[in-house]
């Protein structure tokens, strides 16, 4: 732990002296080789520090958002000619320019983002690269405006620039505080947020998120940090040229990005300079074969290192541990037993996070929902279904495959809008919301196949759940990892998985994911909590156990319960009321006991048995 | 503009059209069964015309096509069944974002690799005779190798359809666009039948870039002129639609035929092509034939 500290710092330590010492030591090297210029040198590693800004900047959608775009070089592409532009037509001096770069290239990033951001992951993908093709296209015909494919040249700087070790010195100076802003955004709760985003959209989306919103803002500041590299490239450079926009130009950030490490924040940084340094060294010696050994060099650390440079040394150790037959690496292992270790009495101790804005008393309707129908296609998933859960109850619902019970749950949870009907939820209409409203509502929800953030340690995943339910993920400052700290770690010593707090979500046990799920619910003081199949997946001891905290959990802290479940044992020992439905339709509605001797949900329950002989 | 010259537009629009249907019609395919945006697509349409431009170079326009096409469209796919076999196979499983990645490595690759080869030069070649020469009609001469160029397309399109609807391939193809799941469920092997798809994919891109060969200059830019148009053709048709491939494409080339043959947009022919690209994912986001992901 204190080595990884000891780390923390040294990294950016060695950085920043290597950064201030490379003209100094270029000169040495000149003065004992006649052959070495620090000209050529200092060029190189200016060139390095803008190429490590745009990476960087590149970095903030790939690693922290896990965004693909192409269109990244085209902001780039937009900060040149901006300096470019302005000081042709205007005789803007360039640096003046250059302060104006971040707003012309997060106002083009954000009016684009919004058409981009229409579409989702894949579709972004290609629509960003339609989007980047379109503004190539424009700098590379718009003869009268930026030159054709000429570009523009000979921008002129002051003279105290002219001096290639000051123009080194003002590049670095910038890129710094850029590094910085950066580096404190992705701390901040706003980082966060774009964390749980990358981790699992949707339930980013169930704690509260908007996800759209956060990636068009991630979106925007990556292209107005893109627009000052392509500015301070202008400026360096004295030129900007078309086919700095063009798709193909993202290879670079992308390549170092990938080459130091996406996940980590210096990677990219630390890869621009690897990636200058081997580009002049192999572009002259290989310059045919200079592309192919690129391709090679990302195919490679895509298939092989995922995790760029940086996790090098872990991989190292995992090839170690292999070799040396130690199956696991963690000296704490999950086992799915925290349901038994967990410590009802401190759960219930641990407030409701969130006070109620209009309280409801118990007994009286919860949520309401009148005439909700959805097709799809011809088929009629959910036909006009009225139901009513009361406040403290725990309701399940339950009806063969096919009854349309996982559609009502996403039309509730307002993943799925309906096509007639209404849901209120303490007394607020709530049909047809966005499902991170609805969130905020107070209606938790966990899910068929378990939903949790994998990468991110099982402490993070509660912390930033609250941090996202109560507001905080606006908030572009502050230290994520910070806040609600101990009454995250309270909640987790709770519910049995205290001893896990940093470990990845995902190298945690089935049953034990389970319960982060539970927790995450807890954290988020949801009045409605809505379980899909709560136990699919659990042993039998283990769904009993599971069943008895959920049940007492939500007696004492009055949360209201509807579930769907296959396995009759626990609905009818944990339900107080259960909605049969078939078919789409509600067939009947009551206690356990009336519902068992209905008739009519024998003969469905049977039919059901009959179809499946049958296949 | 006379009906005449409208004709002209039209016919040379859907010639273009033509060959932007093969390659998107493999990138579709690929996509629908795999669910792996191919970004080689456009490098493997670019071997096969390299391929074919240097056979023809040795044998002679007529000889060449023919034994070109044969041969690119082996190398093609062998090489396709390489990139299937050792990259793609160890990506499905992962987000997005690293298929996007491995497979756009692969373009810098195989640009590498075919600039290497084949050097930077732009090459020619003729039409083989039987379809050389032009015609007239209504005032305008069109040459004769644009209307083979239209055959066949539709012919490909005939045979892509008859493979998906009428072989027992085509099911397995069809069954592993809708559930894939449930296909290796069902005792297939489905490791092969994805070999064999992806090699189909890279096949129809080799056809693209045979038949191309002979109509424009072949060169090193060839993959990313055509991958961006195959990707503009799949978002507005749709990925994974053969349909809205062939939909998608006719417009694209229509678009292009005629921004190219005004004075005043032909700068401008592929901006309106994203233009058209925008607006339609702004009001259909999974494109006009396509199925919205969950």
């Known amino acids: ?615 | 503009m006379n009906p005449a010259q409208l004709l002209l537009f039209a016919i040379g629009g859907l010639s273009i059209a033509a060959y932007l249907f093969i390659v998107a019609a493999g990138l579709s395919l690929v996509f629908g069964a795999l669910r792996v945006i191919n970004m080689a697509h456009g490098s493997l349409y670019m071997i096969a015309a390299f391929v074919t431009v240097v056979v023809a170079e040795k044998l002679g326009a007529g000889l060449g096509f023919w034994t070109g096409l044969l041969v690119a469209v082996a190398v093609t796919g062998a090489v396709g069944a390489l990139i299937e076999i050792f990259v793609l196979r160890r990506v499905y499983r992962e987000e997005h974002l690293v298929q996007l990645l491995g497979t756009y490595a692969l373009t810098l690759v195989i640009a590498g690799g075919v600039r290497l080869i084949f050097g930077s030069n732009y090459r020619t070649m003729r039409p083989p005779a039987l379809f050389s020469g032009s015609l007239k009609m209504a005032g305008y001469s069109y040459s004769v190798y644009s209307f083979f160029m239209i055959g066949a397309a539709i012919l490909i399109a005939v045979g892509v359809y008859l493979m998906l609807y009428r072989t027992a391939l085509g099911r397995n193809i069809r069954a592993a666009v809708s559930d894939s799941d449930l296909l290796s469920a069902s005792g297939i092997d489905v490791a092969r039948l994805f070999t064999t798809v992806f090699v189909i994919g890279a096949g129809l891109a080799a056809l693209g870039g045979v038949i191309v060969a002979p109509s424009q200059a072949v060169g090193l830019q060839m993959d990313t002129d055509i991958l961006v148009l195959a990707f503009a053709i799949s978002v507005i048709g749709g990925l994974g639609s053969i349909l809205g491939s062939l939909v998608g494409s006719v417009l694209v080339g229509e678009v292009i035929s005629f921004g190219l043959n005004s004075q005043y947009t032909n700068q401008f022919a592929l901006a309106f092509v994203f233009i058209i690209m925008v607006g339609v994912l702004t009001i259909r986001p999974w494109g006009l034939f396509g199925a919205a992901e969950q």
């Not at chain 1, 523009?152 to 010195?169: F, K, N, Q």
């Not at chain 1, 990358?198 to 998120?209: D, L, T, Y």
């Not at chain 1, 969130?439 to 099982?458: C, H, N, S, W």
């Not at chain 1, 626990?570 to 439905?581: N, R, W």
């Open chain 1, 1 to 615: 732990m204190s080595a990884r500290r000891v780390l923390r710092w040294a990294v950016p330590a060695a950085f920043v002296a290597i950064a201030l010492l490379l003209p100094p030591l270029y000169g040495l090297n000149e003065m004992v080789n006649p052959d070495a210029s620090t000209r050529f040198g200092l060029f190189l590693g200016t060139e390095a520090l803008v190429l490590a800004l745009w990476a960087t900047s590149y970095n903030l959608m790939l690693g922290y958002a896990g965004m693909v775009s192409f269109a990244h070089a085209a902001y780039y592409g937009i900060g040149a000619y901006t300096v470019a532009l302005l000081f042709q037509r205007y005789h803007v001096p360039a640096l003046a320019g250059l302060a104006l770069t971040p707003l012309v290239a997060a106002a083009f990033g954000l009016v684009t983002g919004l058409i981009a951001l229409r579409a989702v992951r894949l579709y972004f993908s290609l629509l960003t690269l339609a989007i980047s093709q379109l503004l190539y296209s424009v700098a590379f015909n718009a003869y009268g405006l930026t030159g054709g494919d000429n570009g523009i040249h000979g921008i002129e700087v002051p003279d105290a620039l002219s001096d290639y070790t000051t123009m080194y010195y003002f590049v670095a100076a910038v890129v710094a505080i850029c590094l910085v802003l950066m580096f404190l955004l992705t701390r901040s709760p706003f980082g966060a947020a774009l964390a749980t985003i990358r981790e699992n959209r949707e339930r980013a989306r169930s704690v509260g998120i908007n996800v759209r919103a956060y990636e068009l803002a991630v979106y925007t500041i990556a292209a107005m940090f893109a627009g000052v590299a392509g500015g301070l490239y202008a400026v360096f450079q004295q030129q900007a040229f078309p086919e700095m926009l063009y798709w193909t130009a993202n290879a670079q950030p992308v390549v170092v990005a990938l080459l130091g490490g996406i996940g980590s924040f210096l990677g990219p940084a630390l890869g621009a300079f690897v990636y200058t340094y081997l580009a002049s060294q192999l572009s002259t010696r290989f310059s045919n074969e200079f592309d192919v050994l690129l391709g090679a060099v990302v195919l490679l650390v895509v298939l092989v290192v995922p995790g760029g440079l940086a996790s090098v040394p872990r991989l190292f150790t995992t090839l170690r541990s292999r070799f040396r037959h130690e199956a696991d690496m963690e000296s704490v292992e999950s086992s799915g037993e925290s349901i038994e270790r967990a410590d009802l009495a401190r759960v219930v101790r641990i407030e409701a996070v969130h006070a109620d804005p209009t309280p409801v008393q118990r007994g009286e309707p919860l949520l309401v929902v009148e005439g909700l129908s959805r097709s799809f296609g011809g088929l009629r998933a959910v036909q006009d279904v009225n139901l009513v859960v009361h406040a403290g109850d725990r309701h399940a619902i339950i009806g063969p495959n096919g009854a349309g019970k996982s559609t009502l749950f996403n039309l509730i949870t307002g993943r799925l809008k309906p096509d007639a009907g209404r849901v209120t939820f303490a007394g607020h209409d709530i049909t047809g919301r966005p499902p991170h409203a609805i969130a905020r509502e107070g209606i938790g929800r966990a899910f068929q196949i378990t939903m949790i953030f994998p990468r991110l340690t099982v402490l993070q995943n509660l912390q930033y759940a609250m941090l996202a339910h109560r507001g905080y993920t606006r908030r572009p400052f502050g230290f994520a990892d910070r806040m609600f700290r101990d009454e995250a770690m309270d909640l987790l010593e709770a519910v049995g998985l205290g001893q896990y707090a940093d470990l990845p979500a995902g190298q945690l046990s089935h049953g034990d994911q389970r319960a982060i799920e539970l927790a995450i619910s807890l954290a988020l003081g949801s009045r409605l909590v809505l379980l899909d199949e709560p136990t699919a997946g659990m042993s039998a001891f283990e769904t009993h156990k599971a069943m008895e905290l959920v049940r007492r959990v939500a007696q004492e802290k009055r949360l209201t319960l509807l579930f769907c479940e296959h396995d009759m044992e626990v609905v009818f020992g944990s339900a107080q009321t259960v909605t049969v439905m078939h078919l789409g339709r509600v067939l009947t509605e009551g206690t356990p006991q009336e519902v068992r001797a209905n008739p009519e949900v024998q003969k469905v329950y049977l039919g059901e048995l009959e179809e499946e002989a049958v296949v």
